[in-house]
C-alpha cells in the first residue's frame, strides 16, 4: 500500500493569513484527490489533480501537484473561519480503493 | 436528496450486542465503500462492493465483521459483538464507476459502544 504523508498534522492561524499543507509519498501517484471534512460530516472532494505540475484554483483555494507526481500541496489565500476543517488528500490504488493521509487538521481562529 | 444515505446517525450498542449499518448510494451509483475514522484520525478503507458482490475487503477484521451490498435495498456493515474498541465513525461512499471521479461521501453513523 502506498502511504500517504500529510504535514503539518495541526494548523492553527489568524483569519486573513496565507497557509500551504502538504501531502507526500515515496511513489508515483497516478492521480490525487483533495477532501475537506468538517466536523461531523462526511469528507468532501474539492479537486483532483492527474498531470504532474498541474494547478487547479478553487476560489482562494490553489492546488499544485508536483512534476515528479510525488506529491501536492493545497494553499489557502486570506484563510476564513470556514475554512476550518480536516484536509485530507487521497490517491486510487488497487482496484478503486481510495487511501486517504491522516489528514491536516485547520483552525482559522477570527 | 440524491446524496449518500447512511443511518442511523448515531448508534448505541452495548458490549456483545450487533450493529447494523446501512448505506443507500447515490442514484445511479453501483459502487460502494465503506471507511472506519477513529477520532483525531484519517479515514481507513474498510471494503469495496459492487451489487451482490464483495470486491476488496482487505480492510475487514478477519471476525465479527462483514458486510453486504444485494440487489435490491442498502448496502448493510455489519458487527458481530461489538467491543469498546469498534466505536467510531463509519462512512459509506458511492461512486458511479472509476473512483478517478471521486467518491460522494455520506455523512457517516456514529457507533458508540458502552
Known amino acids: 500500500t502506498q502511504l500517504l504523508e500529510q504535514s503539518p498534522q495541526f494548523l492553527s492561524i489568524q483569519e486573513g493569513e496565507n497557509l500551504t499543507v502538504y501531502c507526500n509519498s515515496s511513489?508515483?501517484?497516478?492521480?490525487l484527490q483533495w477532501y475537506r471534512q468538517e466536523p461531523g460530516e462526511g469528507p468532501v472532494l474539492l479537486v483532483t489533480?492527474?498531470?504532474?505540475?498541474e494547478v487547479k484554483k478553487l476560489k482562494r483555494l490553489t492546488f499544485q501537484f508536483g512534476d515528479a507526481r510525488k506529491d501536492s500541496s493545497l494553499h489557502i489565500t486570506a484563510a476564513q473561519p470556514g475554512d476550518t476543517g480536516l484536509y485530507l488528500c487521497?490517491?486510487?490504488?488497487?482496484?478503486?480503493?481510495?487511501?486517504f493521509g491522516q489528514g491536516t487538521r485547520l483552525t482559522i481562529n477570527p | 436528496n440524491a446524496g449518500v444515505m447512511q443511518n442511523p446517525r448515531h448508534l448505541v450498542r452495548r458490549r456483545g450486542q450487533e450493529a447494523r449499518l446501512r448505506c443507500s448510494p447515490m442514484k445511479g451509483h453501483s459502487h460502494v465503500y465503506w471507511y472506519r475514522q477513529l477520532p483525531e484520525e484519517g479515514l481507513k478503507f474498510m471494503v469495496y462492493?459492487?451489487?451482490?458482490?464483495?470486491?476488496?475487503e482487505s480492510g475487514m477484521p478477519k471476525e465479527r465483521f462483514s458486510a453486504e451490498f444485494p440487489k435490491e435495498g442498502p448496502s448493510i456493515l455489519r458487527i458481530q459483538q461489538v467491543v469498546r474498541g469498534d466505536s467510531a465513525a463509519y462512512f459509506c461512499a458511492s461512486s458511479r464507476g472509476r473512483a478517478n471521479y471521486g467518491y460522494t461521501f455520506g455523512s457517516g453513523t456514529r457507533l458508540t459502544v458502552v
Open positions: 487521497a490517491s486510487i490504488q488497487g482496484a478503486q480503493k481510495l487511501v
Open positions: 511513489s508515483v501517484f497516478s492521480s
Open positions: 489533480v492527474v498531470t504532474g505540475g
Open positions: 462492493l459492487q451489487k451482490e458482490n464483495i470486491i476488496d
